[in-house]
């Protein structure tokens, strides 16, 4: 999958859910591949703390013998962050308003998760 394909999937992301603030793609290494995200946000850092949660998240489910990883949810008092697997290479952070439509949000990050693991 191209680069220009991979931030295409992003911005389509972020145009289904117009309330979101922001969409990162990093690897798993912590490095950011493609990004939509707010000027004032740092995309190194986001990418790190992306791959690393989501490191720790393969080993709980690892030693939990529960299967793969499929996505993570953390809540905060003025926003929400999901991560998903996108794939063996890479963890799509996806950045929410408390209260957002987390259906919606689920509904269109799983599809782009899917799409960005099935050509990356």
Same mark, same amino acid.
């Given at each position: ?14 145009? #289904? %859910?117009?309330?979101?603030? $922001?969409? &990162?793609?990093?690897? @798993?290494? =912590? ?41 993570? #949810? %953390?809540?905060?008092?003025? $926003?929400? &962050?999901?991560?998903? @697997?996108? =794939? ?33």
């Amino acid at each position: 999958m191209s680069l220009e394909q991979i931030q295409k999937d992003l911005d389509n992301l972020r145009a #289904a %859910v117009p309330e979101l603030r $922001g969409v &990162l793609l990093a690897s @798993n290494e =912590g490095r950011p591949i493609a990004h939509v995200l707010p000027q004032e946000s740092d995309p190194e850092r986001l990418a790190a703390l992306a791959a690393a949660a989501s490191s720790l998240g393969r080993r709980m489910t690892s030693t939990l013998e529960t299967g793969t990883l499929n996505e993570m #949810a %953390v809540s905060a008092s003025e $926003g929400q &962050l999901f991560l998903y @697997n996108a =794939g063996n290479k890479a963890v799509l952070a996806v950045l929410g308003p408390t209260g957002a439509n987390t259906g919606l949000i689920h509904l269109e990050a799983r599809w782009a998760a899917r799409e960005i693991s099935e050509r990356f």
